[in-house]
C-alpha cells in the first residue's frame, strides 16, 4: 500500500475511534463520515502526492477551518489511544513525522 492509502487507512481508524468514544455510534455517525470523506478527498488531491509531509507540517493548509477543527479534535483524542487499539498504525505513524 503506498503513503496516501496508509493515511487514508490511519485516518480512518482514528475517527472511528473519535466517533465511537464521543457519539456512540456503532458505525460512523454522519458527521464523522462526512469528516472521513473530506479528509480521504483531500489526501487524495495532495499536490505532494507520495512525497508529503504529515499534513500538520504542510505549508499548504488544504482543509477548511471547521474541518480543520474537526479533524483537530479527532487527533487530539485518537492519537494517545491508537498505540492500545492500532498499534502497527500508531507506530508508523510516528516514524512518518
Same mark, same amino acid.
Request: charged share 25%; glycine share 4%.
Given at each position: 500500500?503506498?503513503?496516501? +492509502?496508509? $493515511?487514508?487507512?490511519?485516518?480512518?481508524?482514528?475517527?472511528? &475511534?473519535?466517533? !465511537?468514544?464521543?457519539? *456512540?455510534?456503532? +458505525? %460512523? @455517525? $454522519?458527521q464523522c463520515h462526512a %469528516? $472521513?470523506?473530506?479528509?480521504?478527498?483531500? %489526501?487524495?488531491? @495532495?499536490?505532494? +502526492?507520495?512525497?508529503?509531509?504529515?499534513?500538520? *507540517? @504542510?505549508?499548504?493548509h488544504c482543509y477548511k477551518?471547521?474541518?480543520?477543527?474537526?479533524?483537530?479534535?479527532?487527533?487530539?483524542?485518537? +492519537?494517545?489511544?491508537? &498505540?492500545? !487499539? !492500532?498499534?502497527?498504525a500508531a507506530i508508523r505513524? %510516528?516514524?512518518? *513525522?
Amino acid at each position: 500500500m503506498n503513503r496516501i +492509502g496508509k $493515511e487514508k487507512e490511519t485516518v480512518s481508524q482514528m475517527i472511528a &475511534l473519535y466517533c !465511537h468514544a464521543k457519539h *456512540k455510534a456503532q +458505525g %460512523l @455517525c $454522519e458527521q464523522c463520515h462526512a %469528516l $472521513e470523506d473530506y479528509a480521504h478527498t483531500r %489526501l487524495s488531491h @495532495c499536490k505532494f +502526492g507520495e512525497n508529503k509531509t504529515s499534513c500538520k *507540517k @504542510c505549508p499548504i493548509h488544504c482543509y477548511k477551518p471547521d474541518m480543520r477543527e474537526a479533524m483537530r479534535n479527532v487527533m487530539r483524542y485518537s +492519537g494517545p489511544r491508537m &498505540l492500545w !487499539h !492500532h498499534p502497527i498504525a500508531a507506530i508508523r505513524h %510516528l516514524f512518518s *513525522k
